[in-house]
């Protein structure tokens, strides 16, 4: 059984950064595609980031300000955050799926963190 963890939300001013990290167990790690989701109050859980091996994809909304990576000897996964506005607020969560290509669709995963709370104040 896959376990994940989230770690490293907080509250940050806009123009600031955060470094969400997806700790991974139960399973090989190098076997599955991961993905940032995250959903605002009110709103439905959209896409932000996903990686499978060397691939990555990005939303529209944070694409050339966030970054999204993977350390196979840690099992982690991370997601860099810059330049962090006030709509980026939201609990992110991190999912993962037996997959051999990039997931962006939220229905295809199979695993969920708990979620963290980001927080961006203006």
């Known amino acids: 059984q896959v376990q994940l963890v989230e770690s490293g939300g907080g509250l940050v001013q806009a123009g600031g950064s955060l470094r969400l990290s997806c700790v991974f167990s139960?399973?090989?790690?190098?076997?599955?595609?991961m993905g940032w989701f995250r959903q605002a109050p009110g709103k439905e859980r959209e896409f932000v980031a996903a990686?499978?091996?060397?691939?990555?994809g990005y939303a529209d909304s944070v694409k050339g300000r966030f970054a999204i990576s993977r350390d196979s000897v840690k099992s982690t996964m991370y997601l860099q955050m810059n330049s962090l506005k006030p709509e980026d607020t939201a609990v992110y969560y991190c999912?993962?799926?037996?997959?051999?290509?990039?997931?962006?669709?939220?229905?295809?995963?199979?695993?969920w963190g708990q979620g963290t709370q980001v927080t961006v104040s203006s």
């Open positions: 990686t499978r091996s060397w691939r990555v």
């Open positions: 139960g399973r090989s790690f190098n076997n599955y595609a």
């Open positions: 999912a993962a799926v037996a997959s051999g290509g990039i997931v962006s669709t939220a229905g295809e995963y199979d695993y």
